[in-house]
């Protein structure tokens, strides 16, 4: 492994575009966006994910994304749309 960091461009798009991440995001009663930044975390500890964010509640909520811990069938299904 190189350990070499990844930072994603755009992967927000997906909490728009796949089901999977609306499955998951009931589930874990949390936002789609919340489930895609919890799906780049648990991608690889190489991944640098860079939310945006315009509100102290925004921030919170990326916050508690890291706590949202996605089993690996959801990690697959949230990939396979990707």
Not at 36 to 62: C, D, F, K, M, Y
């Amino acid at each position: 492994m190189e350990h070499i960091a990844y930072l994603p461009t755009a992967p927000m798009q997906q909490a728009d575009t796949n089901p999977a991440v609306d499955e998951a995001a009931k589930r874990h009663d949390a936002s789609p966006r919340q489930v895609v930044l919890a799906w780049l975390l648990a991608r690889s500890p190489q991944v640098l994910p860079i939310p945006g964010t315009g509100s102290p509640g925004h921030a919170e909520a990326n916050i508690a994304a890291a706590s949202i811990e996605l089993s690996p069938d959801e990690i697959a299904a949230i990939s396979g749309g990707a």
